[in-house]
Structure formats: structure tokens, C-alpha cells
């Protein structure tokens, strides 16, 4: 039976597009190469939004050569626009596949075969949640971003073709799905916008959980607000990108939001559920960031209480317009703002998780673990950590919560004992400290 590899690096699209490879080749019947196994095929799904991802894609198409060398390698996603020529000079058994052509790479490794499946995602491997892709591409331009020139113009999946692929999931025991793209807020079918989107799959049977992947605040107009603060299954949680605090800097990356509208946004939500989280993305060390420019990012990160802030030191990327700019940040200093913009992360992220202590929350368990305990996220995005005992991933289960802990917040399944019990158990340090 052959075997094949699939490495995977950046965004949920990118994952999205590598189950959809490895759910063709099962079908044909191709098994996943395990650890130290020699694959026929490797696939290596390379990303190039920052220098340390290119680094890594790199990596990766070295490992695949050199641990599988008689294996076809395929290599696709952003790094194989950006850097082809190179890419191709590294092997001659290397064969580049282009973004726009990425949903026919099974198809160009078997040029001869006829009736090859159809690419689309039946599970998701190593995942509770299901990434299903809904859009491709970005027409934004930020000043530092490579992606509109390498995934191209923003494209959208019909909304019939998406209700399909999530029923699929939900048939395979999928509770929660993850609405995501490369600029999901331009989400367009039919004159139908992201909110149709978001109705249409909320009002799916069998499902339990519906997210959004990242978006930027400008595009939580009303009526997406409304969606996902009124639906059945939508979560009371967005990733709402911030990049910078300063309007100073957003006007030089391009964004077309400022900070008050961030805060208009994230407020707005807020109002109407007093449960509702926010985890956002943060750059530091744009060209021309000051000590005052931080600054500002620093009190956004204190008044909003991100769930959590996934950050990004600038990295130059060739063709952008910011690779231009002068006045670059050092990287002694960048490094430095890094590490305060992290501890005011984790402080204020640890603030907002002490608010739901003592509260009973439904928890869906994942395949995360440490000895002894098992995580998994409320329904805001909120990590706990609970005694694994006979709990499998993917189950829900009500949690008291009884303490807070710098990985997240920790408690017991409701039913195995009273809250009193749980808060006695915590205080006599039977939790153990992450």
C-alpha cells in the first residue's frame, strides 16, 4: 500500500487545503506515512508571511527530500509563488503547483488517472474542530503583506457547496466548525455576505459550535453582529485583528479601520454578552513604530483583555510597499517590545479568565494534554483543564470552574462532585499547578 507525507505551515487555510489532499489520497488508497516510514508522495503546503515562515517551508522541503528519497514532492502555497526558481533548484524531483491551482494538485500528480476524487475535507485529522474553507484571496494590500500578490484577488465558494461540505463533517462526529479563509470578512455569494453565511450554517442539525476565523473590525458591521451574537451554535467569541494600537501605524499599514473603531466593535459585542471574548493579532516593530506608537498597542492589550494575542516581530517582505519604508525598528529593540507586549498579554488574559471562576461552563475536550488532565475550550474561547479520568476528545461536558492558572483556567466535570467539593479540592492543591 503506498504511503504519503503532508506538511503544513501557516494559516487554517493552508490546513484546510492539506485535509482535502490527504482525504483524496485515502480514498485512493494511499496511507498516511507514519514516523520514520519512507513516503511515495510529499506534499509541503509552504507559507511566506513572515521570513521565519519561509525559513520553515524551507525546512520542510529538505526534510521531505532528504528522509524520503524516492518519493514525488510536490510543493505548493504561498512560498511557491513567492520563491519558485529557488524552491525548484533544490531538487529535481520538486514539482511547483501554484495557489490558483492548489484544489488540482491530486490531479496533477496523477496526470493518467480518471475519476479522482473530489477535493473536499471528510475529517480533520488530529482536530475537535473542523477549519472549512469558505473564501481565497484579499483585495486589502496592507503595506506589509505579501498575500494578495501570491494567493491572489478574493474569491468565494458557493454557499450550497460549503452546507454540503459541513453536513459531510457533522456526519463524521464534528462538533464544531470553523468558518475560515484568507480574508473572511469579503465572504460574497450571490449578493449573499458573510452573516447569510453564518444564519445559513448556524441553522445546520447536529451542529453545535460555529466560529469565525480571523477578521478585521471593520467588518463586523450589524448585521454580522447580529448573527453571531443571536444565532444557536455561534460562539461568543471572534478573532478580531488589531495589528497595531496606534493610528499613526495603521494608517501606514494600510488598514482601513482605527482604533477606535476596534474599540467600537469589540465594545459593542461586549454590551450586548457580557461573555463575549476577543483574541486578536499584534505586529511589532513596524517601520516607523515609536516608543509612543507602542505604547498605545500596550493600552489597547489592557483595555480590551484579549483572550489571547498571537504576535508577529514586522518582517520585511520583498514587493510590499513597507520593505520600502524607512526608518526601520531595530531588532534589539523589537525584541524588547516583544517580550513587554507578551507579559501584558498573558497578565490581562489571565484577568479576564479570573472573571469566570466559580461558574459552570460547557467545555468541548480536545486532544491537548498534560499528566493527568485533559483541555479543552468553553464556548468563548476560554482554555481549562480538566482530570482526564475516562474523558475522550471531542466530548462536551458542563465544568465548574475553580481556579485560574497561567495555562488556563482549571475545574471539574459538574457531575462528579458538588461545587463545594471542586473549591475544597483546589484550595488542598489536588490540581495540579500547569
Not at 217 to 243: F, R
Request: hydrophobic share 35%; aromatic share 6%.
Amino acid at each position: 500500500m503506498k504511503k504519503f507525507k503532508v506538511a503544513t505551515l501557516g494559516c487554517r487555510t493552508n490546513q484546510y487545503e492539506s485535509q482535502g489532499y490527504a482525504d483524496q489520497l485515502r480514498q485512493m488508497g494511499y496511507t498516511l506515512a507514519k514516523e520514520g516510514e519512507e513516503a511515495d508522495l510529499c506534499i509541503i503546503n509552504t507559507c511566506t508571511v513572515t521570513e521565519g515562515a519561509d525559513r520553515s517551508s524551507r525546512h520542510e522541503v529538505r526534510l521531505a527530500l532528504r528522509d524520503h528519497p524516492n518519493a514525488k514532492v510536490m510543493v505548493t502555497g504561498c512560498m511557491a509563488e513567492s520563491a519558485a526558481d529557488a524552491l525548484q533548484q533544490m531538487d529535481a524531483r520538486i514539482q511547483i503547483v501554484p495557489n490558483r491551482e492548489k484544489e488540482s494538485l491530486i490531479d496533477k500528480v496523477f496526470p493518467e488517472e480518471e475519476n479522482l476524487p473530489e477535493f473536499n475535507i471528510q475529517a480533520f485529522d488530529a482536530h475537535t474542530r473542523a477549519f472549512v474553507k469558505v473564501q481565497d484571496g484579499c483585495n486589502s494590500f496592507c503595506t506589509y503583506c505579501i498575500i494578495p500578490y501570491v494567493r491572489g484577488r478574493s474569491r468565494s465558494r458557493p454557499i450550497g457547496e460549503i452546507v454540503k461540505e459541513v453536513e459531510g463533517l457533522i456526519a463524521n462526529g464534528y462538533k464544531e466548525i470553523v468558518l475560515t479563509g484568507i480574508n473572511v470578512g469579503d465572504f460574497e455569494d450571490g449578493g449573499k455576505k458573510l452573516a447569510d453565511l453564518v444564519r445559513t450554517v448556524d441553522a445546520i442539525p447536529g451542529l453545535h459550535r460555529l466560529r469565525i476565523s480571523s477578521i478585521d473590525p471593520d467588518e463586523v458591521d450589524e448585521d454580522l453582529a447580529d448573527a453571531v451574537l443571536h444565532g444557536k451554535t455561534t460562539c461568543p467569541s471572534m478573532h478580531i485583528v488589531l495589528q497595531a494600537g496606534s493610528n499613526v501605524t495603521l494608517k501606514r499599514m494600510n488598514r482601513k479601520y482605527t482604533r477606535q473603531i476596534f474599540i467600537e466593535t469589540v465594545e459593542k459585542m461586549v454590551a450586548q454578552n457580557p461573555d463575549f471574548t476577543v483574541t486578536t493579532d499584534v505586529i511589532v516593530g513596524f517601520p516607523g513604530e515609536t516608543e509612543g506608537d507602542f505604547e498605545e498597542t500596550l493600552e489597547m492589550i489592557e483595555r480590551v483583555q484579549f483572550a489571547k494575542v498571537h504576535m508577529f516581530p514586522y518582517s520585511v517582505r520583498k514587493r510590499t510597499r513597507a520593505a520600502l519604508y524607512p526608518n526601520k525598528v531595530s531588532a534589539l529593540i523589537i525584541a524588547e517590545r516583544k517580550q513587554r507586549l507578551l507579559r501584558c498579554a498573558e497578565k490581562n488574559a489571565f484577568a479576564l479568565r479570573n472573571r469566570f471562576i466559580g461558574r459552570t461552563m460547557s467545555v468541548l475536550l480536545e486532544n491537548e494534554t498534560k499528566p493527568g488532565y485533559i483541555a479543552g475550550h468553553t464556548a468563548n474561547f476560554l482554555r481549562v483543564w480538566v482530570p482526564a479520568g475516562s474523558i475522550q476528545p471531542n466530548t462536551l461536558i458542563d465544568v465548574q470552574i475553580v481556579g485560574n492558572e497561567p495555562d488556563g483556567l482549571v475545574g471539574y466535570e459538574n457531575s462528579h462532585c458538588s461545587k463545594a467539593q471542586a473549591v475544597l479540592a483546589h484550595a488542598g492543591h489536588e490540581l495540579r499547578h500547569p
